[in-house]
Protein backbone atom coordinates (compact mmCIF):
# COMPACT_ATOMS: atom_id res chain seq x y z
CA UNK A 1 0.00 0.00 0.00
CA UNK A 2 1.04 3.36 -0.67
CA UNK A 3 1.31 5.84 1.82
CA UNK A 4 -0.75 8.52 2.21
CA UNK A 5 0.33 12.04 1.29
CA UNK A 6 3.42 12.74 -1.65
CA UNK A 7 6.91 12.16 -0.44
CA UNK A 8 7.59 15.61 0.92
CA UNK A 9 4.22 15.48 3.51
CA UNK A 10 5.80 11.54 4.25
CA UNK A 11 9.61 13.19 5.05
CA UNK A 12 7.72 16.01 7.22
CA UNK A 13 5.78 13.44 9.29
CA UNK A 14 8.56 11.50 9.67
CA UNK A 15 10.60 14.74 10.72
CA UNK A 16 7.85 15.46 13.46
CA UNK A 17 7.45 12.19 14.84
CA UNK A 18 11.82 12.34 15.37
CA UNK A 19 12.18 15.30 16.62
CA UNK A 20 9.25 15.36 18.75
CA UNK A 21 10.92 12.75 20.78
CA UNK A 22 13.99 16.27 21.87
CA UNK A 23 12.89 17.62 25.17
CA UNK A 24 15.21 20.13 25.95
CA UNK A 25 14.78 23.78 26.30
CA UNK A 26 12.64 25.79 28.27
CA UNK A 27 9.73 27.80 27.32
CA UNK A 28 10.33 31.34 27.69
CA UNK A 29 8.94 33.22 31.18
CA UNK A 30 10.52 37.00 31.18
CA UNK A 31 7.28 37.29 29.54
CA UNK A 32 4.59 36.00 32.46
CA UNK A 33 2.16 35.61 29.87
CA UNK A 34 4.15 33.14 27.51
CA UNK A 35 4.73 30.71 30.41
CA UNK A 36 1.40 29.27 29.58
CA UNK A 37 2.60 27.85 26.16
CA UNK A 38 2.23 24.19 25.90
CA UNK A 39 5.66 22.21 25.74
CA UNK A 40 4.66 20.51 23.64
CA UNK A 41 3.26 22.21 21.02
CA UNK A 42 5.50 21.09 17.69
CA UNK A 43 4.51 21.97 14.16
CA UNK A 44 6.41 21.87 10.69
CA UNK A 45 5.41 23.71 7.94
CA UNK A 46 6.96 24.13 4.37
CA UNK A 47 5.04 26.70 1.08
CA UNK A 48 6.82 26.51 -1.78
CA UNK A 49 6.65 29.30 -3.67
CA UNK A 50 4.01 27.97 -6.28
CA UNK A 51 1.60 27.49 -3.53
CA UNK A 52 1.84 24.06 -2.62
CA UNK A 53 1.42 23.70 1.28
CA UNK A 54 2.93 20.95 3.30
CA UNK A 55 2.17 20.43 7.22
CA UNK A 56 2.42 17.99 10.17
CA UNK A 57 1.87 18.34 13.65
CA UNK A 58 0.61 21.50 15.46
CA UNK A 59 0.44 24.06 12.76
CA UNK A 60 -2.57 25.51 13.28
CA UNK A 61 -2.08 26.34 16.90
CA UNK A 62 -2.00 30.10 17.31
CA UNK A 63 0.91 31.68 18.86
CA UNK A 64 2.54 35.77 19.50
CA UNK A 65 5.21 35.82 16.46
CA UNK A 66 7.43 38.20 18.46
CA UNK A 67 10.95 39.14 16.91
CA UNK A 68 9.71 37.22 13.51
CA UNK A 69 7.68 40.20 13.14
CA UNK A 70 10.73 42.43 13.06
CA UNK A 71 11.73 41.23 9.54
CA UNK A 72 8.13 42.70 8.41
CA UNK A 73 8.00 45.65 10.18
CA UNK A 74 11.67 46.86 8.55
CA UNK A 75 10.67 45.85 4.95
CA UNK A 76 7.52 48.03 5.87
CA UNK A 77 10.04 50.72 7.01
CA UNK A 78 12.28 50.82 4.02
CA UNK A 79 9.32 50.82 2.43
CA UNK A 80 7.74 54.02 3.91
CA UNK A 81 11.09 55.95 4.35
CA UNK A 82 13.95 54.66 1.86
CA UNK A 83 16.69 52.50 2.32
CA UNK A 84 18.69 55.65 3.10
CA UNK A 85 17.30 57.61 6.15
CA UNK A 86 16.34 53.63 7.21
CA UNK A 87 20.58 52.59 7.25
CA UNK A 88 20.86 56.09 8.92
CA UNK A 89 19.14 55.29 11.95
CA UNK A 90 19.64 51.21 12.26
CA UNK A 91 22.59 49.61 11.07
CA UNK A 92 22.86 46.34 9.14
CA UNK A 93 26.03 44.65 11.24
CA UNK A 94 25.45 41.70 13.17
CA UNK A 95 26.29 42.30 16.60
CA UNK A 96 27.18 38.66 18.17
CA UNK A 97 24.66 40.02 21.25
CA UNK A 98 21.50 38.25 22.73
CA UNK A 99 18.31 40.09 21.61
CA UNK A 100 17.75 42.57 24.27
CA UNK A 101 20.97 43.48 24.40
CA UNK A 102 21.78 47.55 24.77
CA UNK A 103 23.76 47.43 21.21
CA UNK A 104 24.19 51.07 20.09
CA UNK A 105 27.20 52.33 17.76
CA UNK A 106 29.11 54.58 20.08
CA UNK A 107 29.07 57.96 19.15
CA UNK A 108 25.59 57.99 16.41
CA UNK A 109 23.74 55.51 19.10
CA UNK A 110 22.30 53.94 15.99
CA UNK A 111 21.10 49.78 17.02
CA UNK A 112 23.62 47.52 15.25
CA UNK A 113 20.80 45.61 13.46
CA UNK A 114 17.07 45.81 13.08
CA UNK A 115 17.09 42.16 14.20
CA UNK A 116 17.26 42.67 17.53
CA UNK A 117 15.11 44.84 20.05
CA UNK A 118 16.87 48.06 19.80
CA UNK A 119 17.02 47.88 16.14
CA UNK A 120 13.48 46.80 15.53
CA UNK A 121 12.23 49.35 18.10
CA UNK A 122 14.34 52.18 15.85
CA UNK A 123 12.39 50.57 13.10
CA UNK A 124 8.74 51.29 14.36
CA UNK A 125 9.80 55.15 14.30
CA UNK A 126 10.62 54.81 10.39
CA UNK A 127 6.90 53.09 9.30
CA UNK A 128 4.67 56.09 7.91
CA UNK A 129 2.00 57.28 10.08
CA UNK A 130 1.85 60.02 12.66
CA UNK A 131 -0.24 58.18 15.46
CA UNK A 132 0.52 54.56 17.11
CA UNK A 133 -2.53 53.65 15.86
CA UNK A 134 -1.85 54.58 12.19
CA UNK A 135 1.07 52.82 12.31
CA UNK A 136 -0.02 50.00 13.93
CA UNK A 137 -2.78 50.00 10.84
CA UNK A 138 0.10 49.71 8.60
CA UNK A 139 1.07 47.26 9.54
CA UNK A 140 -1.43 44.82 10.40
CA UNK A 141 -2.25 45.75 6.48
CA UNK A 142 0.78 44.66 5.59
CA UNK A 143 0.31 41.59 7.38
CA UNK A 144 -2.59 40.65 5.66
CA UNK A 145 -0.91 41.27 2.09
CA UNK A 146 1.36 38.28 3.54
CA UNK A 147 -0.67 35.75 4.69
CA UNK A 148 -4.06 36.73 2.75
CA UNK A 149 -6.19 36.71 5.28
CA UNK A 150 -6.47 39.54 9.03
CA UNK A 151 -4.56 38.97 12.12
CA UNK A 152 -5.30 40.23 15.71
CA UNK A 153 -3.30 41.26 18.68
CA UNK A 154 -3.37 38.59 21.63
CA UNK A 155 -3.99 41.06 24.03
CA UNK A 156 -3.16 39.06 27.27
CA UNK A 157 0.48 38.74 25.79
CA UNK A 158 0.92 42.45 25.08
CA UNK A 159 -0.65 43.44 28.18
CA UNK A 160 1.92 41.25 30.12
CA UNK A 161 4.63 42.59 28.02
CA UNK A 162 3.59 46.17 27.94
CA UNK A 163 3.81 45.65 31.73
CA UNK A 164 6.95 43.52 32.28
CA UNK A 165 9.16 44.95 29.04
CA UNK A 166 11.00 47.49 31.46
CA UNK A 167 14.01 46.90 29.56
CA UNK A 168 12.70 47.32 26.75
CA UNK A 169 11.62 50.34 27.87
CA UNK A 170 15.23 51.70 28.59
CA UNK A 171 16.46 50.95 25.05
CA UNK A 172 13.96 53.21 23.95
CA UNK A 173 14.88 55.88 25.73
CA UNK A 174 18.31 55.34 25.10
CA UNK A 175 17.36 55.70 21.25
CA UNK A 176 15.47 58.93 22.52
CA UNK A 177 18.59 60.32 23.96
CA UNK A 178 20.28 59.64 20.90
CA UNK A 179 17.77 61.32 18.25
CA UNK A 180 17.31 57.57 16.52
CA UNK A 181 13.53 58.25 17.67
CA UNK A 182 12.63 61.46 17.48
CA UNK A 183 9.10 61.14 18.84
CA UNK A 184 7.55 60.14 22.03
CA UNK A 185 8.87 56.76 22.91
CA UNK A 186 5.51 55.09 24.84
CA UNK A 187 3.82 55.05 21.04
CA UNK A 188 6.78 53.45 19.73
CA UNK A 189 7.07 51.15 22.31
CA UNK A 190 3.29 50.19 22.40
CA UNK A 191 3.24 49.52 18.55
CA UNK A 192 6.20 47.40 19.16
CA UNK A 193 4.76 45.25 22.15
CA UNK A 194 1.32 45.06 19.98
CA UNK A 195 3.81 44.25 16.68
CA UNK A 196 5.32 41.16 18.97
CA UNK A 197 1.77 40.07 20.13
CA UNK A 198 0.14 39.32 16.70
CA UNK A 199 -1.63 36.07 16.83
CA UNK A 200 0.19 33.98 13.56
CA UNK A 201 0.38 29.95 13.50
CA UNK A 202 3.12 27.85 11.93
CA UNK A 203 1.82 27.84 8.64
CA UNK A 204 1.03 31.59 8.27
CA UNK A 205 5.20 31.57 9.07
CA UNK A 206 5.91 29.51 5.94
CA UNK A 207 3.16 31.06 4.15
CA UNK A 208 5.30 34.38 4.99
CA UNK A 209 8.44 32.89 4.23
CA UNK A 210 7.40 31.31 0.67
CA UNK A 211 5.97 35.19 0.18
CA UNK A 212 9.68 36.73 0.77
CA UNK A 213 11.10 33.43 -1.70
CA UNK A 214 8.38 34.47 -3.86
CA UNK A 215 9.83 37.76 -4.65
CA UNK A 216 7.64 39.50 -2.06
CA UNK A 217 4.61 38.34 -3.54
CA UNK A 218 1.72 35.97 -2.05
CA UNK A 219 2.14 32.70 -3.67
CA UNK A 220 -1.07 31.76 -2.67
CA UNK A 221 -2.73 34.90 -3.25
CA UNK A 222 -0.78 36.29 -5.58
CA UNK A 223 -1.17 39.41 -3.65
CA UNK A 224 2.41 41.74 -3.28
CA UNK A 225 3.61 42.11 0.07
CA UNK A 226 6.91 43.37 -0.39
CA UNK A 227 8.47 45.39 -3.48
CA UNK A 228 10.78 43.44 -5.40
CA UNK A 229 14.37 45.53 -4.86
CA UNK A 230 13.68 45.20 -1.27
CA UNK A 231 13.13 41.78 -0.61
CA UNK A 232 16.94 41.18 -1.00
CA UNK A 233 17.34 43.94 2.03
CA UNK A 234 14.98 42.05 4.58
CA UNK A 235 16.52 38.59 3.54
CA UNK A 236 20.20 40.04 4.08
CA UNK A 237 19.55 41.01 7.64
CA UNK A 238 17.68 38.06 8.35
CA UNK A 239 20.50 36.29 7.27
CA UNK A 240 23.11 37.85 8.90
CA UNK A 241 21.25 38.75 12.52
CA UNK A 242 18.01 36.86 11.99
CA UNK A 243 18.89 34.30 14.66
CA UNK A 244 20.70 36.68 17.13
CA UNK A 245 23.77 36.11 18.61
CA UNK A 246 23.44 32.32 17.01
CA UNK A 247 23.35 34.17 13.40
CA UNK A 248 26.82 33.03 12.34
CA UNK A 249 26.65 29.38 13.42
CA UNK A 250 22.90 29.01 11.89
CA UNK A 251 24.35 30.89 8.51
CA UNK A 252 27.19 28.31 8.29
CA UNK A 253 25.02 25.02 9.13
CA UNK A 254 21.58 25.86 7.71
CA UNK A 255 22.26 28.62 5.45
CA UNK A 256 19.06 30.12 4.64
CA UNK A 257 18.06 33.70 5.97
CA UNK A 258 15.94 33.22 8.80
CA UNK A 259 13.87 34.62 11.55
CA UNK A 260 13.01 33.57 14.72
CA UNK A 261 10.60 34.61 18.33
CA UNK A 262 10.60 33.55 21.92
CA UNK A 263 7.19 32.45 21.13
CA UNK A 264 8.54 29.38 20.11
CA UNK A 265 8.35 30.11 15.88
CA UNK A 266 10.87 30.12 13.43
CA UNK A 267 10.48 31.08 9.79
CA UNK A 268 13.35 30.01 7.07
CA UNK A 269 13.70 31.22 3.39
CA UNK A 270 15.10 29.70 0.35
CA UNK A 271 14.91 32.08 -2.13
CA UNK A 272 12.91 31.32 -4.77
CA UNK A 273 12.16 28.02 -4.09
CA UNK A 274 9.92 27.88 -0.83
CA UNK A 275 9.30 29.25 3.06
CA UNK A 276 9.66 26.85 6.00
CA UNK A 277 8.27 27.39 9.43
CA UNK A 278 8.81 25.59 12.44
CA UNK A 279 6.69 26.12 16.03
CA UNK A 280 7.88 25.06 19.63
CA UNK A 281 7.71 26.82 22.15
CA UNK A 282 10.76 25.11 24.04
CA UNK A 283 13.61 27.59 23.57
CA UNK A 284 17.58 27.42 23.91
CA UNK A 285 19.94 29.59 26.21
CA UNK A 286 19.98 32.54 23.42
CA UNK A 287 16.05 32.52 22.62
CA UNK A 288 15.82 30.28 19.66
CA UNK A 289 13.20 26.91 19.19
CA UNK A 290 15.38 24.20 20.24
CA UNK A 291 13.45 21.85 17.78
CA UNK A 292 13.32 25.15 15.39
CA UNK A 293 16.75 24.75 15.05
CA UNK A 294 17.49 21.00 15.17
CA UNK A 295 14.55 20.13 12.60
CA UNK A 296 15.61 22.88 10.16
CA UNK A 297 19.38 21.78 10.50
CA UNK A 298 18.33 18.20 9.43
CA UNK A 299 15.86 19.41 6.05
CA UNK A 300 19.10 21.51 5.22
CA UNK A 301 21.15 18.83 5.24
CA UNK A 302 19.09 15.96 3.80
CA UNK A 303 18.40 17.77 1.17
CA UNK A 304 21.47 20.35 0.88
CA UNK A 305 19.08 23.19 0.68
CA UNK A 306 22.15 25.56 1.49
CA UNK A 307 22.42 29.13 -0.16
CA UNK A 308 25.41 28.95 -0.62
CA UNK A 309 24.86 25.30 -2.16
CA UNK A 310 24.27 26.14 -5.82
CA UNK A 311 23.73 24.15 -8.78
CA UNK A 312 25.32 24.51 -12.20
CA UNK A 313 23.87 25.42 -15.02
CA UNK A 314 24.82 23.65 -18.12
CA UNK A 315 23.25 24.06 -21.58
CA UNK A 316 20.94 21.57 -22.16
CA UNK A 317 19.40 22.73 -19.02
CA UNK A 318 18.87 26.03 -20.03
CA UNK A 319 18.69 25.79 -24.43
CA UNK A 320 15.54 22.82 -23.88
CA UNK A 321 15.85 22.36 -27.55
CA UNK A 322 17.88 23.67 -30.67
CA UNK A 323 17.12 23.21 -34.25
CA UNK A 324 17.10 25.29 -38.05
CA UNK A 325 14.53 25.98 -40.56
CA UNK A 326 15.28 23.12 -42.57
CA UNK A 327 15.11 21.06 -39.73
CA UNK A 328 11.59 22.29 -38.52
CA UNK A 329 10.03 24.48 -41.28
CA UNK A 330 7.03 26.79 -40.84
CA UNK A 331 3.51 25.25 -40.78
CA UNK A 332 3.02 27.25 -43.44
CA UNK A 333 2.15 25.69 -47.12
CA UNK A 334 4.63 26.29 -49.74
CA UNK A 335 5.02 26.09 -53.44
CA UNK A 336 7.20 22.83 -54.11
CA UNK A 337 9.97 24.84 -55.27
CA UNK A 338 9.93 27.26 -52.30
CA UNK A 339 9.87 23.86 -50.02
CA UNK A 340 12.95 23.13 -51.51
CA UNK A 341 14.77 26.44 -51.44
CA UNK A 342 14.17 26.45 -47.80
CA UNK A 343 15.70 23.31 -47.01
CA UNK A 344 18.65 24.50 -47.40
CA UNK A 345 18.03 27.71 -46.80
CA UNK A 346 16.28 27.24 -43.43
CA UNK A 347 19.78 26.31 -41.83
CA UNK A 348 20.13 30.20 -41.25
CA UNK A 349 17.69 30.18 -39.09
CA UNK A 350 18.64 28.81 -35.78
CA UNK A 351 15.61 28.51 -33.23
CA UNK A 352 16.62 28.10 -29.08
CA UNK A 353 13.81 27.08 -27.49
CA UNK A 354 14.87 27.91 -23.70
CA UNK A 355 13.92 26.30 -20.43
CA UNK A 356 13.94 27.82 -16.79
CA UNK A 357 14.25 30.38 -14.99
CA UNK A 358 16.85 32.79 -16.65
CA UNK A 359 19.17 34.35 -14.56
CA UNK A 360 22.23 35.63 -15.52
CA UNK A 361 24.55 32.24 -15.60
CA UNK A 362 22.16 30.72 -17.52
CA UNK A 363 22.05 33.74 -19.58
CA UNK A 364 25.05 34.09 -20.38
CA UNK A 365 25.09 29.74 -21.64
CA UNK A 366 22.81 31.31 -24.58
CA UNK A 367 24.72 34.07 -25.47
CA UNK A 368 27.87 32.39 -26.26
CA UNK A 369 25.81 29.64 -27.93
CA UNK A 370 24.10 32.16 -29.60
CA UNK A 371 27.68 34.01 -31.13
CA UNK A 372 29.09 30.58 -31.83
CA UNK A 373 25.50 29.19 -33.72
CA UNK A 374 25.42 32.63 -35.38
CA UNK A 375 28.45 32.41 -37.44
CA UNK A 376 26.70 30.92 -40.39
CA UNK A 377 22.93 32.16 -40.04
CA UNK A 378 21.38 35.10 -40.18
CA UNK A 379 18.15 35.09 -38.01
CA UNK A 380 18.02 33.60 -33.99
CA UNK A 381 14.41 32.84 -32.42
CA UNK A 382 14.66 32.48 -28.93
CA UNK A 383 11.61 30.93 -27.62
CA UNK A 384 11.11 32.16 -23.45
CA UNK A 385 7.52 30.75 -23.47
CA UNK A 386 8.84 28.08 -21.16
CA UNK A 387 10.97 30.33 -19.19
CA UNK A 388 8.71 31.79 -16.81
CA UNK A 389 11.09 34.35 -15.31
CA UNK A 390 13.38 36.55 -16.67
CA UNK A 391 15.93 38.35 -14.06
CA UNK A 392 17.57 41.54 -14.58
CA UNK A 393 21.14 40.42 -14.82
CA UNK A 394 19.24 37.63 -17.58
CA UNK A 395 17.61 40.91 -19.51
CA UNK A 396 21.00 42.71 -19.36
CA UNK A 397 22.98 39.76 -21.49
CA UNK A 398 19.97 39.55 -24.05
CA UNK A 399 19.95 42.84 -24.71
CA UNK A 400 23.78 43.33 -25.05
CA UNK A 401 23.12 40.00 -27.33
CA UNK A 402 20.44 41.46 -29.64
CA UNK A 403 22.58 44.76 -30.03
CA UNK A 404 25.80 42.80 -31.02
CA UNK A 405 24.21 40.60 -33.66
CA UNK A 406 22.13 43.30 -34.77
CA UNK A 407 25.39 45.28 -35.35
CA UNK A 408 26.36 41.99 -37.46
CA UNK A 409 23.51 42.43 -39.75
CA UNK A 410 21.72 39.55 -38.29
CA UNK A 411 18.32 39.47 -37.12
CA UNK A 412 16.85 38.59 -33.46
CA UNK A 413 13.46 36.99 -33.03
CA UNK A 414 11.92 36.89 -29.46
CA UNK A 415 8.93 35.06 -28.95
CA UNK A 416 6.82 33.85 -25.58
CA UNK A 417 7.26 37.51 -23.95
CA UNK A 418 3.95 38.21 -24.71
CA UNK A 419 2.84 37.91 -20.94
CA UNK A 420 6.17 39.19 -19.70
CA UNK A 421 4.99 42.99 -20.16
CA UNK A 422 8.31 43.78 -17.83
CA UNK A 423 10.86 42.73 -19.54
CA UNK A 424 9.29 43.42 -23.15
CA UNK A 425 9.12 46.92 -21.67
CA UNK A 426 12.98 46.71 -20.80
CA UNK A 427 14.06 45.94 -24.30
CA UNK A 428 12.16 48.15 -25.67
CA UNK A 429 13.57 50.69 -23.64
CA UNK A 430 17.29 49.21 -23.91
CA UNK A 431 17.61 48.20 -27.10
CA UNK A 432 18.94 51.09 -29.77
CA UNK A 433 19.18 50.76 -33.39
CA UNK A 434 17.25 47.29 -33.86
CA UNK A 435 13.71 47.28 -35.22
CA UNK A 436 11.38 46.29 -32.97
CA UNK A 437 9.49 44.80 -35.21
CA UNK A 438 9.90 41.73 -35.23
CA UNK A 439 12.00 41.45 -32.44
CA UNK A 440 9.29 41.43 -30.45
CA UNK A 441 6.29 41.20 -32.87
CA UNK A 442 5.64 37.86 -33.63
CA UNK A 443 3.97 36.04 -31.24
CA UNK A 444 5.01 32.60 -31.46
CA UNK A 445 8.02 30.19 -32.86
CA UNK A 446 5.80 29.35 -36.10
CA UNK A 447 5.01 32.55 -37.18
CA UNK A 448 8.80 33.84 -36.71
CA UNK A 449 10.00 31.09 -38.23
CA UNK A 450 7.53 32.05 -41.14
CA UNK A 451 8.31 35.40 -41.12
CA UNK A 452 12.22 34.41 -41.09
CA UNK A 453 11.84 31.79 -44.17
CA UNK A 454 9.95 34.87 -46.13
CA UNK A 455 12.69 36.97 -45.89
CA UNK A 456 15.14 34.43 -46.70
CA UNK A 457 12.52 33.62 -49.79
CA UNK A 458 12.21 36.93 -50.72
CA UNK A 459 16.17 37.33 -50.61
CA UNK A 460 16.49 34.46 -52.58
CA UNK A 461 13.58 35.55 -54.94
CA UNK A 462 15.77 38.41 -55.69
CA UNK A 463 18.81 37.06 -57.03
CA UNK A 464 17.40 34.26 -58.92
CA UNK A 465 13.93 36.21 -59.88
CA UNK A 466 12.83 33.45 -61.89
CA UNK A 467 8.99 32.99 -61.59
CA UNK A 468 7.48 30.37 -60.49
CA UNK A 469 5.76 28.54 -63.67
CA UNK A 470 2.00 27.27 -63.22
CA UNK A 471 3.20 23.74 -63.44
CA UNK A 472 5.10 24.16 -59.83
CA UNK A 473 2.11 25.76 -57.95
CA UNK A 474 0.49 24.79 -55.35
CA UNK A 475 -2.58 24.14 -56.74
CA UNK A 476 -1.18 22.12 -59.86
CA UNK A 477 0.01 19.51 -58.35
CA UNK A 478 -0.40 16.03 -59.98
CA UNK A 479 -1.54 18.27 -63.94
CA UNK A 480 0.11 16.67 -66.92
CA UNK A 481 1.60 18.70 -68.92
CA UNK A 482 -1.36 18.53 -71.48
CA UNK A 483 -3.84 19.83 -68.23
CA UNK A 484 -1.02 22.23 -67.72
CA UNK A 485 -1.68 23.67 -71.00
CA UNK A 486 -4.97 23.41 -71.15
CA UNK A 487 -5.18 25.67 -68.02
CA UNK A 488 -2.59 28.20 -69.23
CA UNK A 489 -4.69 29.03 -72.25
CA UNK A 490 -7.94 29.92 -70.57
CA UNK A 491 -5.49 31.96 -67.54
CA UNK A 492 -4.83 35.75 -67.99
CA UNK A 493 -1.61 37.06 -66.90
CA UNK A 494 -1.38 40.55 -64.69
CA UNK A 495 1.43 42.91 -63.57
CA UNK A 496 0.86 44.94 -60.08
CA UNK A 497 3.13 47.56 -59.07
CA UNK A 498 4.30 47.49 -55.02
CA UNK A 499 1.03 48.76 -53.22
CA UNK A 500 -1.74 48.22 -56.15
CA UNK A 501 -4.72 46.73 -54.58
CA UNK A 502 -5.22 43.08 -56.48
CA UNK A 503 -8.83 42.57 -54.95
CA UNK A 504 -10.71 44.72 -52.20
CA UNK A 505 -12.91 43.29 -49.79
CA UNK A 506 -16.67 43.04 -50.52
CA UNK A 507 -15.92 42.90 -54.57
CA UNK A 508 -17.72 40.63 -56.35
CA UNK A 509 -15.50 37.45 -56.32
CA UNK A 510 -15.35 36.00 -59.95
CA UNK A 511 -11.88 34.71 -60.20
CA UNK A 512 -8.93 32.63 -58.73
CA UNK A 513 -5.33 34.51 -58.64
CA UNK A 514 -2.06 32.32 -59.16
CA UNK A 515 0.65 34.24 -57.80
CA UNK A 516 3.69 33.75 -60.69
CA UNK A 517 5.93 36.36 -58.84
CA UNK A 518 6.79 38.26 -55.32
CA UNK A 519 3.92 38.06 -53.05
CA UNK A 520 0.64 39.61 -51.41
CA UNK A 521 -0.67 40.80 -47.84
CA UNK A 522 -4.07 39.69 -47.10
CA UNK A 523 -5.34 42.28 -44.70
CA UNK A 524 -8.64 42.67 -43.13
CA UNK A 525 -9.13 46.56 -42.57
CA UNK A 526 -10.56 47.28 -38.91
CA UNK A 527 -11.68 50.42 -37.74
CA UNK A 528 -9.99 53.72 -37.39
CA UNK A 529 -8.49 53.27 -40.92
CA UNK A 530 -5.91 50.43 -39.65
CA UNK A 531 -5.09 47.67 -41.96
CA UNK A 532 -4.68 44.33 -40.03
CA UNK A 533 -2.84 41.70 -42.06
CA UNK A 534 -4.21 38.28 -41.78
CA UNK A 535 -1.29 36.66 -43.72
CA UNK A 536 1.39 36.96 -46.49
CA UNK A 537 0.75 34.58 -49.54
CA UNK A 538 4.23 34.28 -51.91
CA UNK A 539 5.38 33.13 -55.22
CA UNK A 540 3.71 29.20 -55.94
CA UNK A 541 0.28 29.96 -53.96
CA UNK A 542 -3.21 31.10 -54.86
CA UNK A 543 -5.71 33.49 -53.52
CA UNK A 544 -9.33 34.07 -54.16
CA UNK A 545 -10.25 30.12 -54.54
CA UNK A 546 -12.96 29.96 -51.56
CA UNK A 547 -15.78 32.33 -54.16
CA UNK A 548 -14.87 29.06 -56.48
CA UNK A 549 -17.41 27.44 -53.98
CA UNK A 550 -19.83 29.77 -52.68
CA UNK A 551 -19.87 32.71 -55.74
CA UNK A 552 -19.52 35.39 -52.78
CA UNK A 553 -17.54 38.41 -52.39
CA UNK A 554 -13.49 39.07 -51.70
CA UNK A 555 -13.24 38.74 -47.69
CA UNK A 556 -10.05 40.88 -47.11
CA UNK A 557 -8.36 43.35 -49.45
CA UNK A 558 -4.95 41.85 -51.39
CA UNK A 559 -2.25 44.06 -51.62
CA UNK A 560 0.94 43.77 -53.87
CA UNK A 561 3.91 44.11 -51.38
CA UNK A 562 6.56 44.27 -54.17
CA UNK A 563 5.94 43.71 -58.47
CA UNK A 564 4.11 41.10 -58.20
CA UNK A 565 2.80 39.06 -61.44
CA UNK A 566 -0.48 36.77 -60.82
CA UNK A 567 -2.64 34.34 -63.77
CA UNK A 568 -5.96 35.19 -62.84
CA UNK A 569 -8.94 31.95 -64.17
CA UNK A 570 -11.97 33.21 -64.37
CA UNK A 571 -14.34 30.98 -63.13
CA UNK A 572 -16.98 31.51 -66.22
CA UNK A 573 -14.26 30.28 -68.56
CA UNK A 574 -13.35 27.42 -66.32
CA UNK A 575 -16.87 26.11 -66.92
CA UNK A 576 -17.83 27.01 -70.42
CA UNK A 577 -15.89 23.86 -71.82
CA UNK A 578 -17.55 20.71 -71.72
CA UNK A 579 -14.49 19.11 -73.15
CA UNK A 580 -13.40 16.09 -71.23
CA UNK A 581 -9.99 17.81 -70.62
CA UNK A 582 -11.73 20.36 -69.63
CA UNK A 583 -13.57 18.27 -66.96
CA UNK A 584 -10.18 16.63 -65.52
CA UNK A 585 -8.66 20.19 -64.93
CA UNK A 586 -12.08 20.95 -63.01
CA UNK A 587 -11.23 17.89 -61.00
CA UNK A 588 -8.00 18.33 -60.48
CA UNK A 589 -8.26 21.99 -59.24
CA UNK A 590 -11.67 21.38 -56.81
CA UNK A 591 -9.04 18.42 -55.27
CA UNK A 592 -5.98 20.32 -55.11
CA UNK A 593 -7.98 23.67 -53.49
CA UNK A 594 -10.18 21.26 -51.36
CA UNK A 595 -6.60 20.01 -50.17
CA UNK A 596 -5.25 22.74 -49.21
CA UNK A 597 -8.61 24.68 -47.36
CA UNK A 598 -8.47 21.12 -45.20
CA UNK A 599 -4.61 21.71 -44.45
CA UNK A 600 -5.54 25.31 -43.44
CA UNK A 601 -8.35 23.91 -41.38
CA UNK A 602 -6.59 21.59 -39.78
CA UNK A 603 -3.86 23.78 -38.62
CA UNK A 604 -6.36 26.49 -37.36
CA UNK A 605 -8.03 23.40 -35.37
CA UNK A 606 -4.55 23.19 -34.00
CA UNK A 607 -3.84 26.69 -33.30
CA UNK A 608 -7.20 27.04 -30.92
CA UNK A 609 -6.40 23.82 -29.25
CA UNK A 610 -3.08 25.32 -28.29
CA UNK A 611 -4.65 28.59 -27.68
CA UNK A 612 -6.82 27.30 -25.08
CA UNK A 613 -4.52 25.32 -23.23
N1 LIG B 1 8.73 40.86 22.47
C1 LIG B 1 9.98 40.25 22.71
C2 LIG B 1 10.93 41.22 23.43
O1 LIG B 1 11.08 42.33 23.02
C3 LIG B 1 10.57 39.80 21.42
C4 LIG B 1 11.89 39.15 21.61
C5 LIG B 1 12.10 37.93 20.82
O2 LIG B 1 11.22 37.32 20.24
N2 LIG B 1 13.34 37.52 20.79
O3 LIG B 1 11.53 40.88 24.40
Known amino acids: MIPEGNALQQYLNTLYRDYAALDEGEVASYIPELTKADPAWFGIALVTVDGHVYQSGDTRQAFTIQSISKAITYGLALDDSGIPSVLGKVDVEPSGEAFNEISLEPGTGRPRNPMINAGAIATVALIAG ?43 YLLRNSNIIEKDTDEILDVYFKQCSILVDCRDLALMGATLANDGVNPITSVRALTSPLVPKVLSVMNSCGMYDYSGAWVYEVGMPAKSGVGGGVMAVLPGQFGLAVFSPKLDVRGNSVRGIAACKKISSDFGLHVLQTGRMTTTSVIHVRYNAAQIPSKRSRAAIQTRALSTL ?268
Not at 142 to 171: C, F, M, P
Not at 566 to 575: G, S, T, V
Request: glycine share 8%; hydrophobic share 45%.
Open 130 to 172: DTADEKLARMLKTYERYLGRQVTIDEEVYRSEKSTGHRNRAIA
Open 346 to 613: GERVVVFELAGDLVFSSAEIIVSEAMGAMDTADFLILDFRRAPRIAQGAVCLLVALIQSLGQGGKTVLLTGIADKFDVAREIRRRVTAVELEPLLGCEDVDHALEWCEDRLLADHAATISTEVPLAHQAFCEGFSPEELAGLEVIMERRDYAPGAAVCREGEVAESIFFILRGQVSVNIPLEHRRAGRISMLSAGSAFGEMALFDQGVRTADIIADGPVTCLELDFARLEADSSPLHARIRYQLVRNIARGLSRKLRQLTGEVRLLRR
